[in-house]
Antibody, heavy 120, light 112 residues
């Protein structure tokens, strides 16, 4: 079974930085595109960033471009999200999600999420 | 960006009755070269991550009950729950993956 376990969430001050990790298991990690999707409290879903299995394609939502960096280590089966210059509006549960196959598809499996709170 | 608009925002349906959720995209998500609609439906229950129900607009994910069905093409899509069960209480989202990825605002389904 696919397992995705996020870690690294917490409370950070505006302007600060935080890193999230997603440990993946149950599938051949390097073959699949991966993504981060966030959900602000009581709000809907917003895709944040996507990375292909080969690292050749990386995408960011306009709302985080220039501040967030997605990466992956296929040898460790781990996805990362480095978040800098955090704002109050970045407060959300951040989900790690595995694509059905390539980036030309949808998020097929999701982790339980990590809460990031940006507040002074 | 492609904007996804769902209707209604919420609906209350009696147990055993049909629930219908609509989703409209601001531009077509039908890819002409393979005749596939790049449209998925997700279910999210309180305190849980989303779960994919339907992809390619009408393909049911493995393990999803057959009371869930998806239809539509181009810019207009529908998720139908043919006979609402208590465990179907959730928020439902449509998502396009034709050009990056965007979600509808969600439709909350409750029991009447």
């Amino acid at each position: 079974d696919v397992q995705l376990v996020e870690s690294g969430g917490g409370l950070v001050q505006p302007g600060g930085s935080l890193g999230l990790s997603c440990a993946a298991s149950g599938f051949i990690f390097s073959r699949y595109a991966m993504s981060w999707v966030r959900q602000a409290p009581g709000k809907g879903l917003e895709w944040v960033s996507v990375i292909s299995g080969s690292l050749s394609h990386i995408y960011y939502a306009d709302s985080v471009k220039g501040r967030f960096t997605i990466s992956r280590d296929n040898s460790k089966n781990t996805l990362y999200l480095q978040m800098n210059s955090l704002r109050a509006e970045d407060t959300a549960v951040y989900y790690c999600a595995k694509f059905y196959d390539s980036t030309d598809s949808f998020m097929a499996d999701w982790g339980q999420g990590a809460l990031v709170t940006v507040s002074s | 960006d492609i904007v996804m608009t769902q209707s209604p925002d919420s609906l209350a349906v009696s147990l055993g009755e049909r629930a219908t959720i609509n989703c409209k995209s601001s531009q077509s998500v039908l890819y002409s070269s393979n005749n596939k609609n790049y449209l998925a439906w997700y279910q999210q229950k309180p305190g849980q991550p989303p779960k994919v129900l339907i992809y390619w607009a009408s393909t049911r994910e493995s393990g999803v009950p057959d009371r869930f069905s998806g239809s539509g093409s181009g810019t207009d899509f529908t998720l139908t729950i043919s006979s609402l069960q208590p465990e179907d209480v959730a928020i439902y989202y449509c998502q396009q993956y034709y050009n990056t990825w965007t979600f509808g605002q969600g439709t909350k389904v409750e029991i009447k």
